[in-house]
Structures are given as C-alpha cells and as structure tokens.
C-alpha cells in the first residue's frame, strides 16, 4: 500500500498558507468595504432626515445631535472623526444636490445623485 501521509501534510499545509496569507486578509477587507458602504448610506439618510427636521440656519448642533443619535441607535460603533467624516461627506452632497437644482431651475427633489455624480 502507497503512503500518501507525506503528500496530504504537504498538501494541507499549502492551502492553510494560502489561506492565511490570502483568504482571511481578503474577507477582511472585504467585510470593511461592506461595512463602510452600510455605514455611508446610514450617514447619509440621517444626514438628509435632520436636514428636513431641522431646516434654517444656525441649527447645525441639533442637526449633528439627531445624526449621532440615528446612528447610535443602529448600532454603528466607529472612531468619531470617521463618522465626522462621513457626515461632512454627506452634507457636502447635499448642499451640492441643492444649489445644482437651484441654478438649473429645478426643486431641490428633481436632481438625482448616481454614484458621486450630479445628473
């Protein structure tokens, strides 16, 4: 009878290689990626939400306190400048959605974002 115990160590110990230095890295950033893209949309709908609920200026803190309690209560747990960040993004956005629309003589619900871009 062959022994093959050789090759099959040899074998397994290729693909727990791979999947150390491949696999689980890849799934990692994978998942990161997945979370960031959640995690923007979720700023993103609280940021256009507190923007309704809170229109004039010199609202800001309690437009920033309705965010950040929107996403407590989801459950996102990152660093605060990331959030901080993403909020910025988000409101950037919009203000950008909204002078577009104002300039091309439509209401502010007729432009459309798709992907980053004004159409």
């Known amino acids: 009878m062959i022994d093959l115990t050789g090759i099959a160590v040899a074998v397994l110990s290729l693909l727990a290689t791979w999947i150390t230095t491949r696999a689980i890295p890849w799934i990692k950033a994978r998942t990161t990626a997945?979370?960031?893209r959640v995690a923007q949309g979720l700023v993103k709908t609280a940021v256009y939400a507190?923007?309704?609920l809170y229109q004039g200026h010199g609202r800001g803190a309690e437009k920033l306190q309705y965010v950040m309690g929107r996403l407590e209560s989801a459950g996102l747990k990152w660093?605060?400048?990331s959030i901080?960040?993403?909020?910025e993004?988000?409101?950037l956005e919009?203000?950008?959605r909204r002078d577009w629309?104002?300039?091309h003589g439509g209401a502010k619900e007729d432009v459309e974002v798709w992907k980053g871009g004004i159409s």
């Open 94 to 96: 919009l203000t950008i």
């Open 34 to 36: 997945e979370q960031r």
């Open 89 to 91: 993004e988000a409101a």
């Open 50 to 52: 507190a923007e309704q």
């Open 101 to 103: 629309a104002l300039e």
């Open 79 to 81: 660093d605060v400048q």
């Open 84 to 87: 901080m960040d993403m909020i």
